[in-house]
């Protein structure tokens, strides 16, 4: 589940993670882009408290810095960030490292980045940031699933109704934006359960976060 700054949100990242945990979400992500850095490091301290508390991964977008001081269990890096290898070594030895990729030739660089797990998108579009890609569709998931095998893939900002699709192309994984929203997106904690309850009943059973989760 991501926890965003979106001022469009209803509630605070460490709100949204509390609810995304008690609703069984399997990986809390914060995405901080908005707030100063001291605003996301107490955010980002909350969460941890709350993930290590419901026995959830916890994963600090772009910034392995924030990701470090808070004790988080990994760190996503986009293509505009700091590259894998340009971790420090200590950096890399105690987080797990996630990479966005958004082409084929992307996909493919990302297998060769020693990454613990890579994230392809956006299949249908997203409207919780914006976004240079077109949406890439489901024949180019697929492609990048077989492109960066073995790695797990995950994919963001799919519906119920396209849940099954995407672990049949390939996808092992999905993140989900906690805001409320018009369908399942009451709570978020509802949302989480919702869409957890499904995909544990796929032959992925959250294999993603199984992939990159270290015994707790």
């Not at 996301?40 to 810095?65: H, S, Y």
Request: proline fraction near 6%; aromatic fraction near 6%.
């Amino acid at each position: 589940m991501l926890a965003d700054d979106d001022p469009r949100w209803r509630l605070d990242p460490p709100a949204q993670a509390a609810a995304a945990c008690a609703g069984g979400a399997a990986v809390v992500q914060l995405r901080a882009k908005r707030t100063g850095d001291r605003e996301a490091l107490r955010w980002a301290r909350e969460i941890r408290a709350c993930t290590r508390d419901a026995g959830v991964l916890f994963i600090v977008n772009d910034r392995f810095d924030l990701a470090l001081l808070c004790e988080a269990d990994g760190v996503h890096l986009g293509q505009d960030d700091l590259p894998p290898a340009r971790l420090p070594a200590s950096a890399r030895a105690r987080l797990l490292v996630g990479r966005s990729t958004h082409t084929l030739e992307q996909a493919r660089v990302a297998r060769a980045e020693e990454v613990d797990y890579a994230a392809f998108g956006p299949v249908f579009g997203t409207a919780s940031k914006d976004s240079p890609y077109a949406p890439r569709g489901l024949a180019l998931l697929a492609e990048a699933a077989r492109a960066v095998a073995p790695l797990p893939l995950a994919i963001s900002t799919v519906r119920h109704s396209g849940l099954f699709i995407v672990t049949a192309h390939g996808s092992a994984g999905f993140c989900l934006n906690a805001r409320a929203r018009s369908d399942v997106w009451s709570a978020p904690s509802f949302a989480a359960n919702s869409f957890a309850s499904m995909f544990g009943m796929t032959s992925a059973t959250r294999a993603c976060s199984a992939a990159v989760m270290p015994p707790m």
